[in-house]
């Protein structure tokens, strides 16, 4: 048997399936493009560049602090995003970064957890805890 991927014209890779061959019409029936992998390949960890599979990379962002003091104006400061990464903030809403960077402020103390997520890149988290005012 041999593995193959399915993926998207980003790169995402959508599905891995193991088979001695795909259909001639998995591409009309899926949407996605197939290409054949390793045994290593995996959703989280690699992508599809040039017809080939690839590791993903890690972010490298910079932040300002792990902490901010819950009074609405203590700020976070995430940046050295790429343009095009999807941001989901901790409410659930997500956004496409446009400038390279994302701020946060906030008055409730807590743990705010932001997720990253674009091709050529691993999903990323960055926790930053909100403390009590004093």
Request: charged share 20%; with cysteine.
């Amino acid at each position: 048997m041999r593995g193959f991927a399915g993926y998207t014209l980003d790169g995402t890779i959508r599905n891995i399936m193991y088979c001695d061959e795909v259909g001639p019409t998995y591409e009309d029936d899926t949407g996605l493009i197939p290409v054949e992998v390793d045994e290593q390949v995996g959703f989280a960890t690699h992508y599809i560049l040039s017809g080939v599979a690839t590791e993903k990379q890690l972010f490298s962002f910079v932040l300002n602090a792990f902490d901010v003091i819950a009074n609405g104006t203590d700020e976070a400061i995430i940046s050295g995003i790429p343009a095009g990464v999807q941001v989901e903030w901790p409410d659930g809403q997500t956004d496409i970064v446009t400038d390279g960077e994302i701020r946060f402020s906030v008055d409730l103390p807590g743990t705010y957890t932001f997720r990253f997520t674009a091709v050529p890149y691993l999903d990323q988290e960055v926790v930053i805890e909100a403390i009590p005012a004093t």
